[in-house]
């Protein structure tokens, strides 16, 4: 399985900040309610989805990266072409685009693909989340190399330095910001962030020096699938992104925007992606299911999973709930760093984003929202960390493994199980090792299987396949 490599770190189709203090019992007391609270509906735009996807795939809604030339001898051609895109597309990854500078450079741009479409069993599903991204050390964005780079352009190709300059300076200030622990989770979270600390909020100008502190610590997140959204009425796994989706969507313009009056331009396209992002199904399990068993399945589901995550089949319903933390108790570090951190969310708050005639806004919460299950059964790993790497192990909490690997680049899936084959082991080691004891990557709560028997359990787990 290839790494997503230097650019994937660019990639934040989501804005939502992430942070958290050095402990997390040191956290300040959140008043929360003792019941789960109903998120409202916010209007929502509409658009073209084809032209959605156009936009999606071949669009400049990150405007800036890296010349194509260089990228083609860093990288070499790409001979997949998952999406069968024409021109010099046809040669990159799906995972960038290339854009046109204003003074006609071509330049390879990082796009929403990178966390947002996965290739799983030889097929490219956009709207998957991608697991595979590594945002680890070996990874991390080197500001000496950026400054080579820059030497090497100003000097060896005037017209190349002018169109790449920006991004250039970029992604030199934001690449300390991002290294993760371990791979396989994401921290797009934290580039939303590092870059509104870099960024006027009326006026998006960009300064080197940030306008906000930036905290030291990176909270990883995995990616929700993009199909979920059709049902949600707020984004985010905490739920704190309401009004606009679109807005949020367009985030990831931030990475080399000029001015909000290109951002105007994006968001005059963003509708047209939404309407894809609603348009998207999720694959269907490709091997048989036990029709008796997964009937049981679906009658425990219905009374013990149904009132958090909704119903599923001919009449299908999703109560939109946030669940507080005392009653989902899973791993608090994301939700807490909207209140550790406010200046992040007040950046958004009095920003272009929350203005105009469809402004987005966040309102953070103590919990986290119960998602829809739709095709759920190949969204491993689980929780919204990522720590649970099979479905099993969510409805049975002592299964948990507190290390375990799996395989990046031969990865092979648990159709039984649902989720990720993997090796348990007794410590952490190196960056392929998911390790549950550190600050963020906890995998407890979501106690509520372990009142199941292995039978209901298996029983539930087979009716998972159907969604």
């Known amino acids: 399985m290839k790494k997503v490599g230097i650019l994937g770190f660019l990639c934040a189709c989501f804005f939502i900040y992430s942070a958290h203090t050095s402990k997390d019992q040191n956290s300040r007391n959140l008043a929360e309610p003792d019941k789960p609270v109903f998120i409202p509906p916010s209007e929502q735009r509409t658009g073209d989805a084809k032209a959605g996807y156009e936009y999606l795939t071949t669009g400049d809604y990150v405007k800036g990266g890296l010349p194509y030339d260089f990228f083609q001898l860093a990288t070499g051609k790409n001979n997949t072409n998952y999406l069968g895109r024409t021109g010099l597309n046809a040669n990159i990854s799906h995972e960038f685009t290339l854009v046109k500078a204003d003074n006609g450079e071509n330049l390879v741009a990082p796009n929403c693909m990178q966390c ?6 030889g ?11 590594d945002f680890t050390m070996g990874q991390k964005l080197n500001p ?36 993760t622990a371990v791979r396989g989770v994401n921290s797009a979270d934290r580039l939303a962030g590092v870059l509104a600390a870099h960024r006027d909020p009326v006026t998006f100008k960009w300064r080197d020096k940030p306008y906000l502190e930036i905290p030291k610590e ?26 606009d989706f679109g807005r949020f969507l367009m985030a990831s313009n931030l990475l080399t925007v000029n001015d909000t009056a290109e951002s105007r331009e994006v968001d005059s396209r963003i509708s047209d992606v939404l309407a894809y992002i609603n348009s998207i199904e999720p694959p269907a399990y490709p091997k048989s299911i036990d029709k008796s068993l997964s009937g049981q399945g679906a009658a425990i589901f219905t009374k013990s999973c149904s009132k958090c995550h909704g119903t599923y089949g001919t009449t299908e319903t999703y109560p939109n709930l946030l669940i507080p933390s005392s009653i989902i108790k899973t791993d608090s570090f994301l939700f807490k760093s909207n209140y550790q951190n406010p200046q992040f969310v007040n950046w958004f708050n009095s920003s272009w984003f ?3 005639d469809h402004p987005a806004r966040l309102e953070p919460f103590n919990g986290y929202i119960a998602p829809p299950l739709d095709g ?5 790993p689980y929780l919204h960390n990522g720590s649970v790497p099979t ?14 690997k799996r395989d990046f680049d031969d990865p092979q899936y648990d159709y039984e ?29 979501h106690y509520f299987g372990d009142k199941l028997s292995a039978a209901e359990r298996k029983a539930v787990i087979e009716y998972l396949k159907k969604l």
């Open 417 to 445: 199980k649902l989720g990720w084959k993997h090796s348990v082991r007794d410590s952490a080691s190196g960056n392929t090792v998911y390790n549950t004891t550190l600050p963020g990557y906890g995998n407890y709560g």
């Open 376 to 380: 759920v059964w190949v969204t491993a």
């Open 391 to 404: 479905i099993d192990a969510v409805l049975n909490s002592k299964s948990r493994p507190k290390y375990w």
């Open 144 to 179: 000496q190399a950026y400054t080579m780079l820059e030497n090497l352009l100003k000097r060896g190709s005037p017209a190349k330095y002018e169109a790449t300059k920006s991004f250039i300076q970029v992604a030199r200030a934001i690449g300390p910001y991002l290294t």
């Open 218 to 243: 990176v909270i990883p997140s995995d990616v929700p699938a993009w199909w979920q959204l059709k049902k949600k009425n707020a984004m985010f796994y905490n739920g704190f992104g309401r009004g």
């Open 354 to 356: 929350a203005m105009g």
């Open 116 to 121: 947002h479409a996965q290739v799983f069993d």
């Open 123 to 133: 097929k490219l599903y956009v709207g998957m989340g991608n697991s595979f991204a």
